[in-house]
């Protein structure tokens, strides 16, 4: 009997969240009948930018509403839907869509604030708050410089350093081996370094520096 009591209870705000969605009429999922019953409105908007065909919402979604298109056979109805989004390889979640015939990248964050947060200085970058790119809710983010931006993600350690990027062709044992080689031979030839290992001669110019790699 208390087991029965406990799954009526866990069923209850699905089984009103989706009674609510068929009786309004109104795009509402079960996820945000449910946000509304905890007090927490979601609110959304059309995207100009794809023809008015997908909404984004404060909380950082994307639905995909409902609309005619044309077939072969003649015409069906795409049903409403949560979109699902992509990771860029970077942390940041984005939307692959055409737009007057062409695929484009859309990012999230980007959208969220261009329609829930002003811009009064034109600033032009939406950083993350908590350092966390996936978490696209209005209240996580902020135009901001790219100064301000860069130094951020210093300050809490976002940026990968040496090699844990994985753009980087060199290592720390590349690097000693560049500095110690500079030490004992002031003169020696830069290029052919950088082409043993497939790197710019700047490169090399700005380890011997300190320009790069300082941390090591």
Not at 113 to 131: I, T
Request: glycine share 6%.
């Amino acid at each position: 009997m208390r087991s029965s009591m406990k799954t009526f209870k866990i069923i209850l705000p699905v089984c009103i969240a989706l009674a609510s969605f068929g009786a309004t009429g109104t795009p509402l999922y079960t996820e945000q009948v449910f946000f509304k019953m905890q007090g927490k409105n979601e609110i959304w908007k059309d995207i100009i930018e794809m023809e008015s065909f997908y909404s984004v919402s404060n909380y950082g979604r994307i639905v995909r509403k409902s609309r005619p298109v044309k077939t072969k056979g003649g015409e069906r109805n795409l049903k409403e839907r949560y979109s699902k989004l992509q990771n860029n390889g970077r942390g940041y979640l984005a939307l692959y869509v055409k737009i007057n015939g062409k695929r484009t990248l859309l990012y999230i964050h980007r959208l969220v604030a261009m329609y829930f947060l002003e811009n009064p200085f034109k600033l032009p970058e939406v950083n993350h708050k908590d350092g966390n790119k996936s978490n696209n809710n209005v209240d996580n983010l902020e135009w901001i410089t790219r100064e301000d931006n860069q130094k951020h993600a210093s300050e809490n350690n976002l940026i990968k350093k040496g090699e844990a990027c994985s753009y980087s062709k060199l290592n720390k044992n590349d690097v000693l081996a560049i500095r110690r080689l500079y030490r004992m031979n002031p003169g020696f030839n830069k290029c052919a370094v950088a082409r043993k290992l497939n790197v710019r001669d700047t490169t090399i110019h700005k380890i011997i520096n300190n320009q790069r790699w300082k941390s090591i």
